[in-house]
């Protein structure tokens, strides 16, 4: 279950945390999702690292991972190649709410099929 991600962006009748790292407002107004996980600084009362976004390239796919350090969460995905490449990041964080995978113990091995 994936812990709460509120601090993503709010519907206009919520109020929003307002406090950024960056002050790039084209950028906050194009990918508001996106800029809120890099971003946002300080949220319900304790200050907030921002995420951290990995881009590599597998096998002629374009893949991310994007670690919220907040809530040590990682959403992983595959994007269809570097065009476009904010306005894809901010359509699958928005459209895969669910998809955010808790952190693992390090101790912790995948089980074999």
Do not use: N
Not at 55 to 79: N, P, V
Not at 103 to 108: F, I
């Amino acid at each position: 279950m994936a812990k709460d991600q509120s601090y993503l962006p709010k519907r206009p009748d919520q109020k929003a945390p307002t406090t950024h790292h960056w002050k790039d407002t084209a950028f906050a107004k194009d990918y508001p999702a996106v800029f809120s996980l890099l971003a946002l600084a300080f949220i319900d009362g304790e200050d907030r690292k921002g995420a951290t976004i990995t881009l590599f390239a597998d096998e002629g796919r374009l893949k991310f991972a994007i670690h919220d350090r907040h809530t040590e969460q990682s959403l992983f995905g595959t994007l269809d190649g570097p065009q476009d490449l904010w306005q894809s990041l901010e359509g699958y964080v928005l459209a895969h709410p669910d998809d955010w995978r808790e952190k693992r113990d390090a101790g912790l091995q995948r089980r074999k099929a």
